[in-house]
């Protein structure tokens, strides 16, 4: 397992920006996939959804249908961090956000994330 951290959270208005990130604590220069996952307020942590998703070896991205567009995810090896740039945010974007990271590629579904991140707090209102 790997610590993960997360910061940059907190409250904004509908149509603002965040910046999310996530220090590693372990090298991304080996083949390691780093995501974004968040869960709504009320829901069960089995209704947990990937945002995002990052290779950290080669910088290959995917996103959830609702984040693209609006949301970019990026990695700076040197300081071993994640990070998620979200703009245009939505009260429906409220959730708590989680880091995590497995070994392996982010299209590699049978492999679960092992290691997360503590979650951090967006929340999106008027």
């Known amino acids: 397992q790997l610590k993960l951290v997360e910061s940059g959270g907190g409250f904004v208005h509908p149509g603002e920006s965040l910046r999310l990130s996530c220090v590693v604590f372990?090298?991304?220069?080996?083949?390691?996939?780093i995501a974004w996952f968040r869960q709504a307020p009320g829901e069960d942590r089995e209704y947990r959804r990937a945002?995002?998703?990052?290779?950290?070896?080669?910088?290959?991205?995917t996103y959830e249908d609702s984040a693209k567009g609006r949301f970019t995810i990026s990695r700076d090896n040197a300081k071993s961090t994640v990070y998620l740039q979200m703009d245009s945010l939505k009260p429906e974007d409220t959730a708590i956000y989680y880091c995590?990271?497995?070994?392996?590629?982010?299209?590699?579904?049978?492999?679960?994330?092992?290691?997360w991140g503590q979650g951090i707090q967006v929340i999106v209102s008027s």
């Open positions: 372990g090298s991304l220069l080996d083949l390691n996939a």
């Open positions: 945002v995002s998703c990052i290779t950290s070896k080669d910088g290959i991205t």
């Open positions: 995590a990271a497995k070994y392996g590629y982010c299209s590699d579904y049978g492999v679960h994330f092992g290691s």
